[in-house]
């Protein structure tokens, strides 16, 4: 009996005496009805790589050097008359005699232009046009990389810079067709006395043909077809009265709808189209023109407003090549002390 009691009371005391190691942490029992914790987000896949570059397509722009201007030379060559420029006519009241009406300032250009672009030490491009002449001004733009005409430059003298120093935006394989930024009909200029009709617009350039060159050289091989066209209808304006007299007459014989000798405002048809084409060669490595040739042709008929065209009536011819330097800017006049 006594040993039972003995054993009894050892076991109790090894029992009291264990203890739990230190620091162990025992999970909280989740409360009934919780649902299970959702797994952990799975890590996100990789970023897909981007598509490679089509080796069948090329980027063109222009390679320039800060400080080191390329210079080429626009040689126009007018191939024959302008033709018709419809300046509309009014006959004198009292001397049966026909008066010109005041004709609008058309679009003009010098017979070469020479453009001088140049990379900024900003990294910015920039232009300068110069006419050919020792008294000529000198027009200057910023570009973008492709050339394209951000600002500076209006009229014909954009026109023309558009059509030899834009290049496509994205990259292009032969077959492909883009568009440039010209604006060969200015409506805001048309007036009042004109009303216009439905424009027709064609801005074509196609990369004809991809061909390697020396030294790992291609020759981008780009075709031009632009036009636009551009019709209406012109009123044409009543010469002022001989005297105050007549013009209170004339007042009451437009009052009365029915009179015999009231006469509708003359009206006649009027018309411009322009047309350009043009070839040429782009090194794609050195990223300059090898050749650059093209022909703008402008028609007006019937009156049309020429302050509206944006490239002189006529036609002429254009040739690029490159010019060893561009002719050195005007002095700036310093201030007077």
């Known amino acids: 009996m006594k040993r039972s009691v003995y054993g009894l009371v050892l ?9 739990e190691p230190r620091g162990k942490m025992e999970p909280i029992p989740r409360p009934p009805g919780m649902k299970d914790a959702p797994p952990p987000p799975e890590a996100a ?10 080796p069948s397509k090329v980027v063109l722009r222009w390679k320039l050097t800060a400080g080191a201007p390329t210079s080429y030379r626009l040689d126009i060559e007018r191939t024959g008359g302008a033709p018709e420029e419809g300046s509309s006519t009014r006959k004198g009241r009292g001397k049966g005699k026909e008066k010109p009406a005041a004709a609008a300032p058309a679009a003009t250009l010098p017979d070469a232009l020479t453009y001088a672009l140049e990379r900024t030490d900003s990294g910015d491009y920039r232009l300068r046009v110069i006419p050919e002449g020792s008294n000529a001004e000198v027009d200057v733009g910023t570009l973008s990389e492709r050339g394209f005409v951000l600002d500076g430059l209006q009229g014909a003298t954009r026109n023309t810079a558009t059509l030899v120093l834009e290049l496509p935006r994205e990259p ?12 060969l009909i200015l409506s805001e200029a048309l007036g009042a006395q004109f009303q216009a009709g439905q424009p027709e617009r064609r801005n074509r350039v196609k990369l004809a043909s991809l061909t390697p060159a020396d030294g790992g050289e291609q020759v981008a091989t780009l075709e031009y077809d632009i036009s636009e066209k551009l019709g209406g209808t012109v009123h044409a304006q009543e010469a002022p009265p001989t005297s105050p007299a007549r013009a209170a007459e004339e007042e009451a014989e437009a009052a009365d709808s029915e009179n015999p000798r009231r006469k509708p405002s003359p009206e006649t048809s009027a018309s411009a189209e322009v047309t350009i084409t043009g070839r040429g060669e782009f090194l794609v490595k050195a990223g300059r023109w090898r050749s650059w040739e093209g022909t703008i042709t402008s028609v007006t008929k019937g009156g049309f407003p020429t302050a509206a065209l944006q490239v002189p009536t006529g036609t002429m011819k254009l040739r690029l090549s490159a010019a060893e330097a561009a002719p050195a800017p005007a002095p700036t006049a310093q201030p007077q002390q």
Do not use: F, I, M, Y
């Open 11 to 19: 076991a109790l005391s090894l029992t009291a005496c264990k203890e």
């Open 172 to 183: 292009v394989g032969t077959g492909d067709t883009w568009s440039l930024g010209t604006e």
């Open 45 to 54: 896949p990789a970023q897909a790589a981007e598509p490679p570059v089509d």
